[in-house]
């Protein structure tokens, strides 16, 4: 009985925030880099190591971190192709950046 009144008082993992979450994971010996994590790693690993099973979403073709690397490489080429003054090329990469930058607001 007091166990289903623990669960009850208990916030949901998705609800919690980030600091809550660390200090619920400090208290799990399996999970290790507990500081470095963002919220989304730190409910995944909480979620792994209690057993419950994540209902997958409809996820993005890639993580928010890829997209942004994706990004921040496009951001350089760009800066090439304005130096050498290919406005057609500095457009194209424009555009392609937007995009990637509209995909991680959606992932978000």
Request: proline residues 4%; positive net charge; glycine residues 2%.
């Given at each position: 009985m007091a166990?289903?009144?623990?669960?009850?008082?208990?916030?949901?993992?998705?609800?919690?925030t980030a600091k809550e979450l660390r200090e619920l994971a400090k208290e799990i010996p399996e999970?290790?880099?507990i500081h470095g994590m963002n919220k989304a790693e730190l409910v995944s690993e909480i979620k792994t190591s209690r057993g419950i099973v994540e209902e997958k979403?409809?996820?993005?073709?890639?993580?928010i971190r890829e997209i942004k690397k994706k990004i921040k490489t496009l951001k350089t080429e760009q800066q090439a192709a304005i130096e050498?003054?290919?406005?057609?090329?500095?457009?194209?990469?424009?555009?392609?950046?937007?995009?990637?930058?509209?995909?991680?607001?959606?992932a978000a």
């Open positions: 166990a289903k009144e623990k669960e009850v008082k208990e916030k949901p993992l998705d609800k919690m999970i290790s880099g979403k409809a996820q993005p073709d890639a993580s050498a003054k290919d406005r057609k090329l500095s457009v194209i990469y424009r555009r392609r950046i937007a995009r990637l930058k509209k995909k991680t607001r959606n």
